[in-house]
């Protein structure tokens, strides 16, 4: 059995971004194969049938779906800490990321799908409240960050950070740099936006707000409102 370990991802993915991430936290030692996701090999379904990114073959099985692969990255290395002990805690950190994801996330490909500018307004206000839920959620964890948990970066913000990174570079650019009035209002959100977006492991595994930007104008033909 090879000792390889093969990391499945593509730059433009956040989801792939997630394990990349978590795989630098724990310095896993990865070869990485990019897939370009408009023209997949027809190899990939033998090491994901359901050919999405990410994937990691490792120990000769195969292993998909980015949530599954960031808990697998705290269950190699846990002295890393990237999920705490505390079985109440890991359940806040589960719960943050599935909150950003159903009120955050889904609002973002929401308004990228039907990109009007009369539609800004109510995009913003839908992440006015849902920012001002996280700071709530955030304050009961520590009073400052920069991460969720306060000095210790952990899945929380593994899971979050690509997609905050990416809706950050088309807030900047294609929202002519709209303001989420959250931001500015609570401490803590704006401390924990900049802090797991300014995360090494985050930073150094991002492709940039330029290729995000262009691949969101070229995918949906998008350009600024």
């Given at each position: 059995m090879s000792d390889k370990i093969v990391f499945y991802t593509?730059?433009?993915c956040p989801f792939a971004h997630r394990a990349d991430i978590a795989f630098r936290e724990i310095g896993l030692d990865v070869e990485k194969v990019e897939i370009d996701l408009s023209n997949k090999p027809s190899w990939y379904k033998d090491v994901n049938p359901e050919t999405k990114v990410p994937a990691l073959t490792i120990q000769g099985k195969s292993i998909a779906e980015s949530l599954v692969l960031i808990e697998l990255a705290n269950d190699l290395k846990p002295e890393a800490g990237l999920l705490p002990s505390d079985p109440v805690t890991r359940a806040q950190i589960r719960f943050v990321i599935e909150y950003f994801s159903s009120k955050v996330t889904s609002a973002w490909?929401?308004?990228?799908?039907?990109f009007k500018k009369e539609n800004l307004k109510n995009y913003l206000d839908a992440l006015d409240a849902a920012y001002t839920r996280i700071?709530?959620?955030?304050?009961?964890?520590?009073?400052?960050g920069p991460y969720f948990l306060g000095s210790q970066f952990s899945l929380a913000d593994v899971a979050i950070a690509p997609f905050l990174i990416r809706q950050e570079a088309s807030r900047k650019e294609l929202f002519k740099d709209a303001q989420i009035e959250a931001f500015t209002k609570y401490p803590r959100v704006k401390e924990w936006v900049e802090g797991i977006t300014s995360r090494p492991s985050v930073k150094d595994s991002y492709p940039g707000d330029d290729y995000i930007n262009d691949s969101f104008k070229n995918k949906w033909g998008l350009s600024s409102l």
């Open positions: 593509a730059k433009i490909y929401s308004f990228l799908r039907d700071n709530d959620l955030l304050l009961e964890q520590a009073s400052t």
